[in-house]
């Protein structure tokens, strides 16, 4: 997070003086780092690609006009409904056509890019066709980049989509891969990277999906303020404390999830959620948590019951803490109207 406002200047720099090359890689390294960071998702940072991609067009630099139009659709994906947000298609990008112009190095490297993203937006949105045939993809590339900002997201989506699908018993050995990139992660966790140890804790918890997997997953993603991580986690907990028949622990999991993902602006996936758990169309949320506010802190939710009897309705408040043990789920008096 803390190299998304220095990427961004040194774009600006560098295009008033006339430093292209630099320019582009300041603005890629900012998207990168803005994506992994779980940043606010909106119309603001998808202006600024825009402006970008008017850049690129008018230089002619076509390569790097398809790499900001790709990121603008992820955003967009994420914020916006679509019939297939795991694909790369609709207004400002399109992945099938795309492709079929390029061919050699040009093809090559922009399928890893699409893909990385693609296997983002397959976790996501639980698409575990697109998950398995986009590992099939990535397992190609080699775990390599001198760009780190792009390799910690690609390899972060590919593990998680490994372990999620190396349970499937035609995906057994994606589970070598994700302990490839789980090593990424655990070696730069132990030496001190704040970037590395939330990804290698849900690494972990859904390598070997447990209660105190999830929970140290999420008080890690909590801390570290990666929003988008946070969401996940929740969500995958949640599917988790469902197949222990915990319907009321996973309702609340799920609750936590449907905030989190509306606070990163991926409003397409929180919609997603309201139509598959009915009872979070009810909930009204009081106090928004910012993602720069301590973790420690509680956002409060108003939720009814949702019956039809008013003489039975009452209010409930979710008391939401960073620590999962923590969260209690409160009662509170209906107020008289006045």
């Known amino acids: 997070r803390s190299l998304t406002d220095p990427f961004l200047q040194s774009y600006k720099d560098c295009k008033l003086t006339g430093e292209v090359e630099m320019a582009l890689n300041g603005l890629n390294g900012y998207a990168q780092c803005f994506f992994g960071a779980g940043c606010e998702l909106g119309p603001i940072f998808e202006s600024k690609l825009l402006v970008v991609e008017d850049y690129c067009r008018n230089l002619g630099r076509q390569s790097s006009l398809i790499l900001f139009s790709m990121f603008r659709q992820f955003a967009l994906n994420l914020r916006k409904h679509s019939d297939n947000p795991s694909k790369l298609v609709g207004e400002a990008f399109n992945e099938e056509q795309v492709l079929s112009e390029l061919e050699g190095s040009a093809h090559f490297q922009t399928l890893r890019d699409s893909s990385s993203l693609r296997v983002q937006l397959a976790f996501v949105f639980w698409n575990e066709a697109d998950m398995i045939d986009l590992l099939k993809i990535l397992e190609t590339y080699p775990l390599q980049d001198q760009f780190v900002a792009r390799l910690h997201n690609r390899l972060a989506f590919t593990g998680l989509a490994a372990f999620a699908m190396c349970h499937r018993k035609d995906c057994a050995s994606y589970k070598a891969l994700g302990e490839k990139c789980m090593s990424r992660f655990k070696f730069l966790s132990k030496n001190g990277s704040v970037n590395a140890r939330p990804v290698y804790l ?137």
Request: proline letters at 1%; charged letters at 30%.
């Open 202 to 338: 849900f690494l972990k918890s859904m390598r070997s999906p447990s209660r105190d997997a999830f929970v140290k997953a999420i008080e890690a993603c909590a801390e570290g303020k990666f929003v988008n991580l946070e969401a996940m986690v929740n969500e995958r907990y949640a599917a988790f404390l469902r197949e222990e028949n915990d319907e009321a622990a996973s309702n609340d999991c799920i609750t936590e999830a449907y905030f989190l993902y509306q606070d990163w602006g991926a409003h397409a996936k929180a919609l997603q959620l309201s139509k598959d758990h009915s009872f979070l169309k009810k909930l009204r949320r009081k106090k928004e948590r910012s993602v720069f506010s301590s973790s420690h802190k509680t956002a409060n939710s108003t939720v009814s019951t949702g019956s039809d009897d008013p003489a039975s309705k009452k209010k409930m408040t979710f008391s939401f803490n960073s620590t999962l043990k923590q969260r209690k789920l409160v009662s509170v008096k209906s107020e008289k109207k006045k």
